[in-house]
């Protein structure tokens, strides 16, 4: 065998070597890294508080019929539960869409089956009756940023603040789905 095809070949081979050993690492601090990333997206979400537009509430996007929450539900589901206990499906689309037409054409755009549902109990004026004791769901709203939010929804602030963060997330999780 000629000397280049013969370095070529330890190179090679101490290069797969050295590969291993950074991906360990990279494992290590991945996680790691992740859960950095997380906190401080949290943290931002915490500098955000509802600017009280209403599309929470009355303009839920969900991809689960009543159907599928209900029997969500029955296997003990809590979201679905807290879901179908707070929300009503609109039966008339149109009436949805008026209320926030962008955000409605903008969810059906990139969603192929979407529910929109409301709160039963808003107010006229956006607020909750019962706001102290209000479902865990309403709480932890939103948990998401990567969902869809109207505009005029304050926590798109949280949302544009945060996308590098939440793509640098995605990129370690894909990363890290690519070596399994």
Wanted: proline content about 4%; hydrophobic content about 35%.
């Amino acid at each position: 065998m000629c000397k280049i095809f013969k370095s070529v070949e330890n190179v090679n081979a101490r290069y797969i070597e050295i590969l291993k050993d950074e991906l360990k690492i990279f494992d290590e601090n991945a996680e790691n890294r992740i859960k950095e990333l997380k906190k401080k997206i949290l943290e931002e979400r915490e500098k955000v508080s509802c600017g009280k537009c209403g599309s929470c509430c009355r303009l839920a996007a969900c991809p689960s019929s009543p159907e599928d929450l209900n029997e969500k539900a029955k296997r003990g589901d809590t979201f679905a539960k807290e879901f179908i206990n707070t929300f009503s499906l609109y039966e008339d689309l149109s009436e949805a869409k008026s209320l926030f037409p962008e955000y409605f054409d903008a969810v059906n755009k990139l969603v192929d089956k979407i529910y929109f549902y409301h709160c039963k109990l808003v107010t006229e004026d956006n607020l909750c009756p019962k706001y102290e004791d209000r479902p865990q769901i309403c709480k932890d709203f939103p948990d998401n940023p990567l969902e869809i939010y109207p505009m005029n929804c304050s926590y798109k602030k949280w949302q544009t603040a945060v996308m590098d963060d939440i793509l640098r997330v995605k990129a370690i999780t894909d990363i890290l789905k690519l070596e399994n």
